[in-house]
């Protein structure tokens, strides 16, 4: 898939998020590479080889460990073509379902939601 029409794929889950996540959302930045780098991997305990198993990856402080005086650069979503393109392979339906379900995964770190929670709720 064109890097452009994934581009749209992400943008659109964005805007289809409940207005009630996006009003908290601040100082986030929503990036898309191919692939995790090696430091992307090993810091949600990956091996390097499993590139393709990370589909998705916040770097921030959670909202729930921050303090009252709390100033720091951008948070970060990063979104990872290849493995998602990966895992649906051809059916851009499927590719749009798990850009939304990604997204969704990751904003729920940023708000300290965890992947046990997540798991609990159906987003694992």
């Given at each position: 898939m064109q890097e452009e029409r994934f581009s749209d794929l992400v943008a659109d889950a964005l805007d289809t998020l409940p207005e009630e996540f996006l009003e908290r959302m601040e100082n986030v930045e929503v990036l898309?590479?191919?692939?995790?780098?090696r430091d992307d991997l090993e810091e949600v305990g990956l091996d390097?080889?499993?590139?393709?198993s990370l589909l998705g990856l916040y770097h921030g402080v959670p909202l729930t460990h921050r303090g009252q005086f709390y100033s720091a650069l951008p948070d970060r979503i990063t979104i990872f073509q290849k493995p998602i393109e990966r895992?649906?392979?051809?059916?851009e339906d499927e590719i749009r379902e798990q850009v939304r379900h990604t997204v969704i995964?990751?904003?729920?770190?940023y708000y300290g939601i965890?992947?046990?929670r997540l798991d609990e709720l159906g987003y694992d």
């Open positions: 898309i590479e191919d692939w995790p780098t390097p080889r499993d590139k393709a895992l649906c392979g051809d059916d995964h990751e904003i729920a770190h965890d992947d046990d």
